[in-house]
């Protein structure tokens, strides 16, 4: 049997969201849902509700008074603001599963994510793009699949993570030699189990190759630079290499002077700092 068909077999062990997220996602979908529905399906969960509160009032978000209610939340900040707060809790314990990598870093991987969460979110706004909380989102999970190869594949794994290292391949070279296939792929999949919306499907999908996709390209070329200059920032897990030719390109097509990296890297760098609660929400490993 391949690798490729025994991960479709295991698809339906890997953890399923929530029922509140799913729940969430439904509302999402649903053109004609309002504030008031969400507030009705995160107060049933009072941890997750506890959680998103603690989110709300983060420094991230730097509302001068503390927010008290999933309520007030709304009224204040936004529906989009507090459906994404909550996904984001919801996705943050997908990370929590125990890997079975003895020299992989989960909560390192999760650093990055949100390092290129709120980068993806700095560059919609710099792009004038109204794609905040969903380049915001897309950031959080686009290396998801990552998770589930270190789940499932544990020995394919470390043989990835020791080749990178050996040859100075990058990440998605030394999948396809080892598996056939690339975590990107992985994490597509993952995600259409999940009921997530098209957006999110296809970003966590063509993350890597942003120009390779006829719909959804603004939000995958966000989550694609946001992804290159966290690892040249120094927030990278993966170890992976970038292209700078198609990274110029990239910021070219969203109209980004490219002589500004710098200037969005020392944003980008205070917005991290500022996001501490969402890096909280999975504990990082001490030792």
């Not at 996602?25 to 399906?41: F, G, H, Q, T, W």
């Not at 993350?207 to 719909?215: I, V």
């Not at 290159?228 to 110029?248: I, K």
């Not at 710098?262 to 205070?270: A, I, R, T």
């Amino acid at each position: 049997m391949s690798l490729w068909r025994l991960l479709e077999n295991k698809i339906n062990e890997i953890p399923t969201l929530p029922v509140v997220a799913c729940k969430i996602i439904e509302i999402l979908d649903n053109p004609r849902s309002s504030a008031n529905d969400l507030e009705k399906v995160i107060s049933i969960d009072q941890s997750l509700t506890t959680r998103v509160l603690r989110l709300v009032n983060s420094a991230y978000y730097g509302f001068p008074r503390r927010i008290t209610t999933v309520a007030q939340g709304v009224v204040i900040l936004g529906f989009d603001v507090i459906k994404h707060l909550t996904l984001s809790v919801s996705i943050a314990d997908i990370f929590r599963l125990k890997g079975n990598s003895p020299i992989f870093d989960r909560s390192s991987l999760w650093k990055h994510s949100v390092g290129t969460a709120v980068c993806a979110k700095l560059l919609a706004r710099k792009a004038s793009l109204p794609l905040l909380e969903e380049a915001f989102i897309a950031g959080l999970l686009h290396d998801v699949g990552i998770v589930i190869i270190d789940y499932y594949f544990p020995e394919k794994f470390v043989e990835i993570l020791e080749m990178m290292e050996r040859e100075h391949i990058p990440l998605l070279n030394a999948e396809l030699k080892v598996l056939g296939f690339t975590h990107a792929l992985v994490g597509k999949l993952v995600a259409k189990k999940w009921n997530f919306p098209d957006l999110l499907v296809e970003t966590i999908g063509y993350h890597n190759k942003p120009f390779q996709h006829d719909n959804y390209c603004a939000n995958i070329a966000l989550v694609y630079a946001a992804d290159a200059l966290c690892r040249q920032f120094g927030e990278g897990a993966d170890g992976d290499t970038t292209d700078w030719r198609l990274e110029t390109e990239v910021w070219s097509w969203l109209g980004l002077p490219w002589s500004e990296r710098q200037e969005v890297f020392q944003e980008m760098s205070k917005e991290i700092k500022k996001a501490a609660e969402f890096v909280n929400l999975v504990p990082l490993r001490t030792g």
